[in-house]
């Protein structure tokens, strides 16, 4: 795709040279890499002084907008990583409101962080804007919304231009200020969750619609900070899902606060890439290493792991850097692109600010493009997701349209000779058909009740109907993901509570682990307590009325079972296969359970 590049005159340079460049247009995207203040020989200027160093980097980039034709009224998001607490926040966001004065009202995210690159350097932003290439605006809408917190009128919770739409910082701060569940980050990821979902259908969008997912959270390096907050929000992404780079900070600069998250949505037909071999995490997750919309191509932050999540060459930055960059390769491939393609690339690195510990892995970045290269932004972090990861790279990339994916994965799409022997995939269809239908069931179905109060004896019927029914007919397969085998059926599924968490724990005949799948209750808690009232005015009325009366109040009843089993079919896309009976069957079960907790 036809790019220009942008490096103004005068412009603030690195003290290294690099392909790297400040701006790149694709098409109507504009993206700028991150703008310091920094002098045309590298050195910083206004040492220590945060607010005219923000000065000085929104002057520059409104110098790379205006030299790709564009300018800040055209900006869709602001980035904004800063030195500082929870008053420099507050002072930076009235700063730049000023700068921007209305005319845009981007999204704007601000990561707090202990330092940035070069000594004494406090603030870098990026921005992205969208501008038609015939120089006109491109029409948006900029929404504030209700459910968020205050933001100054220069800003905006959710942006939408044409098919894109960017979100502002999301977290457990309520819209009265204060911190839903202090410290507790279990609790503020169910929240930030639900909060993401609002906003998106606000936007007319879904969270199937997410292609960029980027997480920050309270953490030094451990796998235990993120694993727990990363199997809640995988709970409501199907698979396949968006592309994530997740990393940790020591702290928010409110203290309350355990994490937050930003995302990047897109509407219309995408496909999604794991390509042969790739690295893993340490649990599943349905998230994919890149994705592609129309012409637009997101690669997640890629690292130097292997398939079974193990760091390869631990804390060696120039090696993690070429195998991270490799990684970047394979994902574009997969996508029908290539390095020469990106626009954009974020590398966080384990570093301080020293510009030994930058310019160590951004030589070989740089390198890895033909010059011009693409615009970049780097940021040094005390530590990674795993120890001794040192770098993780996410880029953008720009391609034509009707340029081909050689490895295609569509939502709810395999090739044929990715999936097991009893299973076949029409291109057309939602999921794949099975072949075998005695493999492809539930065998055992067992509710870990063991610590619930006893149920009524109405409850215990409706319980003893639907297990009945669900063992003597269901249909229920384990999709192929990735390259992990997934064991035949039939299979044996044991549902519990646990941590406000549904579980659904699979085994096959044998009662070896097959999956396991930890799901939000968040979305079934409503149709839940819908479907227990209606129950109780049936069984009332079974007792009281005559049949017409119950036959109504049975209608209701069955339109409530059937909204609960879409919201289960649903919230199982790409974890597993049922048809609806099962799932009307399966969300009965949920609701003994549920109802017992």
Known sequence: MRKRHSWPEGHWNWPVRL?????????????????????????????????????????????????????????????????????????LLKQLADILDDRARPVVNLIALPELCY??????????????????????TCLHLPDMPFLSPAFSHLVVAEDMIFTGDLSAIAPDGRVAAPGDVAAQTEFMMEQLSKA???????????????????????????????????????DPGPAPTGMPVPRFPDPEVMTKIYVTAMRGEKTYAWP????????????????????????GGQVSLDSEAQVIDPGDMVAQTRRAMDNVAKV?????????????????????????ALHENLLIRSNSYTEPGPATTGIPMPALVYP??????????????????????????????????????????????????EMSRISH????????????PEIEQERKVAMFDLIEGNTFDLPKRDDRVVPPGPYRVQLSIREKRLVFDIQTEAEEPAAEFHLSLSPFRQVVKDYWQICESYFDAVKNLPPGQIETIDMARRGIHNEGARVLEERLEGKAVIDNDTARRLFTLICVLHFGA
């Open 388 to 437: 001794d990861m040192v770098i993780e790279i996410e880029v953008t990339a720009m391609v034509e349209s009707d340029r081909l994916c050689p490895n295609r994965l569509e939502p709810g799409a395999q090739s044929d000779a990715a999936l097991p022997n009893n299973t076949s995939c029409d291109s057309g269809a939602d999921a794949c058909q099975v072949k075998d239908s």
């Open 200 to 238: 998106l259908a606000a936007a007319g969008a879904g969270i199937s619609d997410v292609v960029k997912l980027n997480v920050f959270y309270v953490g030094s390096g451990a796998a235990e900070d993120w694993e727990k907050p990363a199997k809640i929000r995988a709970g409501y992404f199907p």
């Open 332 to 356: 574009l491939a997969d996508l029908g692109a290539g390095l020469d393609d990106v626009v954009k690339v974020t590398t966080h690195y384990q570093g301080n600010a020293s510009a030994e």
């Open 276 to 299: 042969d071999g790739h690295w893993d995490w340490t649990t599943p997750l349905p998230y994919k290493h890149g994705n592609r919309c129309g012409q637009m191509i997101h690669v």
């Open 119 to 140: 000594p004494q350097m406090m603030i870098e932003i990026e921005g992205v804007a969208m501008r038609t290439e015939d120089g006109r605006t491109v029409p948006r």
């Open 445 to 456: 179905i067992e509710l870990d009740d063991a610590n619930l109060p006893p149920p009524t």
């Open 19 to 91: 392909t790297h460049q400040h701006g790149v247009r694709a098409g109507q995207m504009i993206f700028t890499g991150g703008q310091v203040d920094l002098d045309a020989d590298g050195n910083v200027r206004n040492p220590g002084n945060i607010y005219q160093q923000c000065d000085a980097a929104m002057a520059y980039l409104a110098d790379v907008l205006k030299d790709l034709d564009a300018g800040l009224e055209d900006l869709v998001r602001l980035v904004v990583y800063f030195v500082g607490d929870a008053e420099t926040e507050s002072c």
